[in-house]
């Protein structure tokens, strides 16, 4: 049957790093499996900052963070989870300092903190513009110092259940070419992002959301929400690189061609650091009115600040424009679009990480908490994989206490031969299909058909296509053999839980006949309370998700329009 | 049309590497990273190699190519001026399959060094405070990516596989001259070995290919003079 550990998680970044570390700490037995080594998370990538009300910069509180997180969410955030994030951030920020986060400081040596878009006060604490690596570099530092356990560069392809418990999980070992399987007593899923359905994402090229997908095939558990789709408004033209929200924190510009500071005919008291959805669509509405350049991009404009600020605050920022785009941002402005940046859904949890299978939870950007509702504002996201990996940690440890002894043999056993029997399959496959070609279509039809503004048509369209692309799936053919780092057989594995999630998000988006948050229907272009302030929750069936609607957790904040 | 050579090697078939050529479209906005997925999804799938962040910032596609140790996603086809591209793996390093190496050894010397903070005294309520001048100390080590690029081009880890290395002495440096760490003596100790600092012979290969701009060589000397005074004292 494998090998067996009381707790897996799956996922090495933030979240399952802290996930993993609070299990230990519970005196539990406990290993992460991660499709890359930890350090190449893409946590690492996260760059402007994390967000809690400590209080460095000017005056907070933790009752205006969680004001402003449900706010920005467009009142879909479940607010009893905000409660908890914002309640515990400042002490998940002095937790991550005490084991040595390099911050940036104040001048009087406190945790340095920047305004981000949607924030009363500054509120994001950064470590330069690396926040994200500073982060994730000491999570990774403190479990080599509490001796976890970490089988990496492994892909997550099953969660095994028996009636309604986790069993364990199967996976492919990477390096070897084996299919394998693990019996657990609990599973964490901690797998991140799906951003790489999307043609132009800032996301890792590895976050193709397999380990949302996977769990909801073959374990039947639930996601939620994913028709909001985050597109960050800053993202290198081009590649699509992130430019981070902190570089209008620290004071740049947005410009069309004719050199405007546009923001101010959309939201002219807050300019540039409106939330991220009115941003993006201000810029894709300049884009599309023939404003942008070569009808594809605007300026983020940082020469005004200088070279020494951009030197201290957005070092990294300029290193990729130099890098990537050929330029200097203290010279020349950066031509950047919206891209694909995050996901607000993910696998169904409630505020304390449990799904609806006993003993598997999920955490960080793979679950849907929520916390984030329709929009997550920057700094946000960093603070969510810590706060719930910790409590999904420490949750899952609860479980262990009062599980029933149950014997998984038979279940592990049954899908370890299914799936070895599927993997058989796709690599003997004799189709006549090139997968990369329903990769580059799938890519950019949703950033058509499900991108910044949506409608039924475009919608509809994209249903039908993703039928299409399902059937020719079915006849792809393996270019490879090698047992060893098969990246082909990796990727189009991938591909499969690539195209149910975009399935799950395109039907979402066509049933939610409103605009909330992220989600902008041209069609039905403002939020309908009556209908709408409600979850969507989908099902997998062979046929396709099978959808419903699920109440929001409404306490302290009554929903009111959405102004800034 | 740019011709890459690449360096190709799968243990389980292969006695011994050998090169392969693709011809990809003279694009020059291209990274090498994206030449590789081009030929994987056109000419060759059974090509392996690492990849995650495509952005510089991962470490996953540390590797040789045109005579150096580069990330691959950073470096765009056009910065090479040449025809010919050759790509191999990062050298002195085991192979796993074709551009992918093991990197245990690496994390190994990595963990030896004890990467974390330590300080036994009792944590405050909140931040320890770091003024402003002592957090620059750290600056540029802490911006190292653990990709190996620099290790795999020091001629003295290539010599004496127990040499704990320039990424991880960066990192031990990173760790002592950060103000809030108190196990100064520990970690000189730990780098003052038979395979430390000393064996560092200030060839200055690695702070040559660090594509983060870093320099282990300063951080080595530092130790060394840390060393120095505690043998002294
Ligand atoms: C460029 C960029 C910048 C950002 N900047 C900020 C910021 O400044 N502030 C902020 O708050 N947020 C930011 N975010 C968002 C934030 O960084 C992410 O949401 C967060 O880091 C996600 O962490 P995670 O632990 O959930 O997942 P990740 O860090 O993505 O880790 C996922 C892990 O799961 C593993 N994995 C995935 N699939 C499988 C599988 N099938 N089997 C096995 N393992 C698997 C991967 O190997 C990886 O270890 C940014 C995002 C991007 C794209
Ligand atoms: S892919 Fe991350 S550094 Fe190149």
Same mark, same amino acid.
């Given at each position: 049957m494998?090998?067996?550990?009381?707790?897996?998680?799956?996922?090495?970044?933030l979240s399952?790093?802290?996930?993993?570390?609070?299990?230990?700490?519970?005196?539990?037995?406990?290993a992460?499996i991660?499709?890359v080594?930890?350090?190449?998370?893409?946590?690492i990538?996260?760059?402007?900052?994390i967000?809690?009300?400590?209080g460095?910069?000017?005056e907070?509180?933790?009752n205006?963070?969680?004001?402003d997180t449900?706010?920005g969410?467009?009142?879909?955030?479940d607010?009893?989870?905000?409660?908890?994030?914002?309640?515990?951030?400042?002490?998940?920020?002095?937790?991550m300092?005490?084991?040595?986060?390099?911050f940036?400081?104040?001048?009087?040596?406190?945790?340095a903190?920047?305004?981000f878009?949607?924030?009363?006060?500054?509120?994001?604490?950064?470590?330069?513009?690396?926040?994200?690596h500073?982060?994730?570099h000491t999570?990774?530092e403190?479990?080599?110092?509490?001796?976890?356990?970490?089988?990496?560069?492994?892909?997550?392809?099953s969660?095994?259940?028996?009636?309604?418990?986790v069993?364990?999980?199967?996976?492919?070992?990477?390096?070897?070419?084996e299919?394998?399987?693990?019996?657990?007593?609990?599973?964490i899923?901690?797998?991140g992002?799906?951003?790489?359905?999307?043609?132009?994402?800032?996301?890792?090229?590895?976050?193709?959301?397999?380990?949302?997908?996977?769990?909801y095939?073959?374990?039947?558990v639930?996601?939620?929400?994913?028709?909001?789709?985050?597109?960050?408004p800053?993202?290198?033209?081009?590649?699509?690189i992130?430019m981070?929200?902190?570089?209008?924190?620290?004071?740049?510009?947005?410009?069309?061609?004719?050199?405007?500071?546009?923001?101010?005919?959309?939201?002219?008291?807050?300019?540039?650091?409106?939330?991220?959805?009115?941003?993006?669509?201000?810029?894709?509405?300049?884009?599309n009115e023939?404003?942008?350049?070569?009808?594809?991009?605007?300026?983020?404009?940082?020469?005004?600040?200088?070279?020494?600020?951009i030197?201290?605050?957005?070092?990294?920022?300029?290193?990729?424009?130099i890098?990537f785009?050929?330029?200097?941002?203290?010279?020349?402005?950066?031509?950047?679009?919206?891209?694909q940046h995050?996901?607000?859904?993910?696998?169904?949890?409630?505020?304390?990480?449990e799904?609806e299978?006993?003993?598997l939870?999920?955490?960080?950007?793979?679950?849907?908490?929520?916390?984030h509702?329709?929009?997550?504002?920057?700094?946000?996201?960093?603070?969510?994989?810590?706060v719930?990996?910790?409590r999904a940690?420490?949750?899952?440890?609860?479980?262990?206490?009062?599980?029933?002894?149950?014997?998984?043999t038979?279940?592990?056993?049954?899908?370890?031969?299914?799936?070895?029997?599927?993997?058989?399959?796709?690599?003997?496959?004799?189709?006549?299909?090139?997968?990369?070609?329903?990769?580059s279509e799938?890519?950019?039809?949703m950033?058509t058909n499900?991108?910044v503004?949506?409608?039924?048509?475009?919608?509809e369209?994209?249903?039908?296509?993703i039928k299409?692309?399902?059937?020719?799936?079915?006849?792809?053919h393996?270019?490879s053999?090698?047992?060893k780092?098969?990246?082909?057989l990796?990727?189009?594995?991938?591909?499969e839980?690539?195209?149910v999630?975009?399935?799950?998000?395109?039907?979402?988006?066509l049933?939610?006949?409103?605009?909330?948050?992220?989600?902008?229907?041209?069609d039905?272009?403002?939020r309908?309370?009556?209908k709408?302030?409600?979850?969507?929750?989908?099902?997998?069936?062979?046929?396709g998700?099978k959808l419903e609607?699920?109440?929001?957790?409404?306490?302290?904040?009554?929903?009111?329009?959405r102004k800034? | 049309?740019?011709?890459?050579?690449?360096?190709? =090697?799968?243990?389980?078939?292969?006695?011994? &590497?050998?090169?392969?050529?693709? %011809? #990809?479209?003279d694009? *020059? @906005?291209?990274?090498?990273?994206?030449?590789?997925?081009?030929?994987?999804?056109n000419?060759?799938g059974?090509?392996?190699f690492?990849?995650s962040?495509?952005g510089a910032?991962?470490?996953?596609?540390?590797m040789?190519?045109?005579?150096?140790?580069?990330l691959?996603c950073?470096?765009?086809?056009?910065t090479?001026?040449?025809?010919?591209?050759?790509?191999?793996?990062?050298?002195?390093q085991?192979?796993?399959?074709d551009?992918?190496?093991?990197?245990?050894?690496f =994390?190994?010397?990595?963990?030896?060094?004890? &990467?974390?903070?330590?300080?036994? %005294? #009792?944590?405050?309520? *909140? @931040?320890?405070?770091?003024?402003?001048?002592?957090?620059?100390?750290?600056?540029?080590?802490v911006n190292?990516?653990l990709?190996?690029?620099?290790?795999s081009a020091?001629?003295?880890s290539?010599?004496?596989?127990?040499?704990l290395?320039?990424a991880?002495?960066?990192?031990?440096?990173?760790?002592?001259?950060?103000?809030?760490?108190?196990?100064?003596?520990e970690?000189a100790e730990?780098?003052?070995?038979?395979?430390?600092i000393?064996?560092?012979?200030?060839?200055?290969?690695c702070?040559?290919?660090c594509p983060?701009k870093?320099?282990?060589?300063? %951080?080595?000397?530092?130790? *060394?003079?840390?060393?120095?005074k505690?043998?002294l004292?």
């Amino acid at each position: 049957m494998g090998v067996h550990h009381q707790i897996i998680v799956v996922g090495s970044g933030l979240s399952g790093l802290r996930a993993a570390l609070e299990a230990k700490k519970n005196g539990l037995d406990v290993a992460i499996i991660s499709r890359v080594q930890p350090v190449r998370s893409h946590s690492i990538a996260a760059q402007g900052g994390i967000n809690a009300a400590l209080g460095n910069a000017s005056e907070d509180s933790t009752n205006s963070h969680a004001f402003d997180t449900v706010k920005g969410s467009d009142f879909l955030a479940d607010q009893d989870a905000v409660e908890v994030m914002t309640q515990e951030a400042p002490g998940i920020v002095y937790e991550m300092e005490h084991w040595g986060t390099p911050f940036s400081r104040t001048k009087d040596g406190k945790i340095a903190q920047r305004p981000f878009g949607g924030a009363a006060f500054p509120r994001t604490c950064y470590a330069t513009d690396i926040t994200g690596h500073a982060l994730l570099h000491t999570m990774c530092e403190r479990s080599v110092y509490e001796g976890i356990k970490v089988y990496e560069e492994s892909l997550l392809l099953s969660v095994v259940r028996s009636d309604n418990s986790v069993c364990g999980i199967i996976t492919l070992n990477i390096k070897t070419g084996e299919i394998e399987s693990f019996s657990a007593d609990s599973v964490i899923i901690a797998t991140g992002g799906y951003g790489r359905i999307y043609g132009n994402s800032t996301n890792a090229i590895i976050n193709t959301g397999s380990g949302m997908a996977f769990p909801y095939m073959t374990a039947s558990v639930p996601l939620k929400d994913l028709e909001f789709v985050q597109f960050h408004p800053t993202t290198l033209y081009g590649t699509n690189i992130l430019m981070t929200e902190g570089a209008r924190g620290e004071g740049g510009y947005l410009r069309n061609k004719n050199g405007d500071r546009f923001m101010k005919n959309y939201t002219p008291n807050v300019m540039e650091l409106a939330p991220r959805d009115i941003v993006a669509r201000s810029i894709q509405t300049e884009i599309n009115e023939g404003r942008g350049f070569d009808n594809a991009y605007v300026h983020l404009d940082l020469t005004h600040l200088g070279r020494e600020k951009i030197a201290e605050r957005l070092p990294g920022i300029r290193d990729i424009c130099i890098y990537f785009a050929g330029l200097d941002p203290v010279e020349k402005p950066i031509p950047i679009q919206p891209g694909q940046h995050y996901s607000m859904g993910g696998i169904a949890c409630n505020k304390d990480c449990e799904t609806e299978v006993s003993g598997l939870y999920a955490a960080g950007e793979s679950a849907c908490v929520s916390v984030h509702g329709g929009n997550r504002l920057g700094g946000n996201s960093l603070l969510d994989t810590i706060v719930f990996g910790k409590r999904a940690g420490h949750y899952a440890a609860i479980y262990l206490k009062s599980k029933p002894k149950k014997d998984c043999t038979t279940a592990i056993d049954a899908e370890l031969k299914r799936v070895k029997a599927k993997v058989n399959a796709l690599e003997n496959s004799t189709g006549k299909e090139n997968p990369s070609k329903i990769r580059s279509e799938l890519k950019a039809m949703m950033v058509t058909n499900a991108g910044v503004f949506r409608d039924k048509a475009k919608l509809e369209a994209g249903v039908v296509k993703i039928k299409e692309l399902k059937e020719r799936y079915k006849t792809i053919h393996l270019l490879s053999k090698s047992k060893k780092f098969n990246l082909d057989l990796l990727r189009n594995l991938e591909l499969e839980g690539k195209l149910v999630l975009a399935e799950v998000i395109l039907k979402g988006a066509l049933m939610r006949e409103e605009s909330r948050g992220s989600h902008f229907r041209t069609d039905f272009p403002t939020r309908d309370d009556a209908k709408f302030l409600k979850h969507t929750i989908a099902y997998h069936t062979e046929d396709g998700p099978k959808l419903e609607y699920r109440d929001v957790n409404i306490s302290k904040f009554t929903p009111e329009a959405r102004k800034y | 049309m740019i011709t890459f050579k690449i360096e190709r =090697f799968d243990p389980d078939v292969d006695r011994e &590497p050998r090169f392969q050529t693709y %011809s #990809v479209a003279d694009n *020059k @906005e291209m990274s090498v990273l994206e030449a590789l997925f081009y030929i994987l999804e056109n000419l060759d799938g059974s090509l392996s190699f690492r990849y995650s962040c495509r952005g510089a910032v991962c470490g996953s596609c540390a590797m040789h190519i045109n005579g150096r140790n580069r990330l691959a996603c950073q470096t765009l086809i056009k910065t090479l001026n040449s025809k010919t591209i050759t790509v191999s793996p990062l050298p002195h390093q085991k192979i796993i399959k074709d551009l992918v190496v093991d990197m245990d050894n690496f =994390f190994e010397k990595y963990e030896k060094i004890k &990467p974390y903070l330590i300080n036994h %005294s #009792v944590e405050p309520e *909140k @931040e320890r405070l770091q003024s402003i001048k002592e957090r620059e100390k750290i600056d540029e080590m802490v911006n190292c990516i653990l990709c190996g690029a620099c290790y795999s081009a020091c001629t003295m880890s290539a010599l004496d596989g127990k040499f704990l290395g320039p990424a991880a002495l960066t990192k031990a440096y990173r760790f002592y001259a950060d103000s809030r760490d108190t196990a100064k003596k520990e970690r000189a100790e730990i780098v003052d070995s038979e395979h430390g600092i000393f064996r560092c012979h200030t060839l200055f290969n690695c702070s040559e290919v660090c594509p983060k701009k870093i320099v282990p060589t300063y %951080s080595i000397q530092k130790l *060394k003079g840390a060393v120095a005074k505690k043998r002294l004292s």
